[in-house]
């Protein structure tokens, strides 16, 4: 069942749950490669959210910026590939969102443990910002807040939980948005952890 959000925005409630179990291995396999580390942003601070990528590409941060790049900084090394039936999930939650012929190049993967949290951001280091993306979450449940389109907007929370499956294009596609500080948990899939996957179009 789709769920409007907002206008560009949907929410497709459980919508992974079935697929959990193959996303958890996939990300273990991707991590093996590339492996899970805190970026630093431009301003100097480490996040406390650990990341990695798999695709053609890969979205990195430092002390030069945000961007995305085809090597690992960590290993120098191509991210690894994103695994087809990840690309076919995401294309066909696009579709049922309403936006039909989505084909991400890119997954990045967020790991949060307690304590951790991504402060209110806009993505827009992708080059086409006409195409959605799709957010897949995993294990903890987080609190999510999505604002507009200017910093200051105000903000709605939104509980997000294991196999929810958002999709942000069109008029949502630059709203500013983050997680709240991860509350501690156990999870059957994935114990101490929340993962969440966004499929973007990096070019
Ligand atoms: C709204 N991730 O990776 S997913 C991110 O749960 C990110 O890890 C969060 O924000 C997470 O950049 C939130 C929901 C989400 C993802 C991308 C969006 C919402 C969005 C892009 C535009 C607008
Ligand atoms: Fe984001």
Redesign the pocket.
Known sequence: AAEPLGDG?VLLRGRAGADAGALLAAIEAIAAVAPFRQFTTPGGREMS?AMTNAGVAGWVSDRAGYRYQGEDPLTGRPWPAMPAPFAALAREAAAEAGFAGFAPDVC?I?R?RPGTK?SL???RDEADLGHP?V?V?LGLP?T?Q?GGLARTDPVRKVP?VHGDI?V?GGP????Y???LTLKAGEHPATGPLRY?L?FRRSG
């Open positions: 925005a959210v990045l967020n949060y991504l951001h806009q993505d993306i957010s979450s987080a999510f999505f997000l958002v942000w949502a596609r630059l709203a948005h983050g997680i969440n966004t």
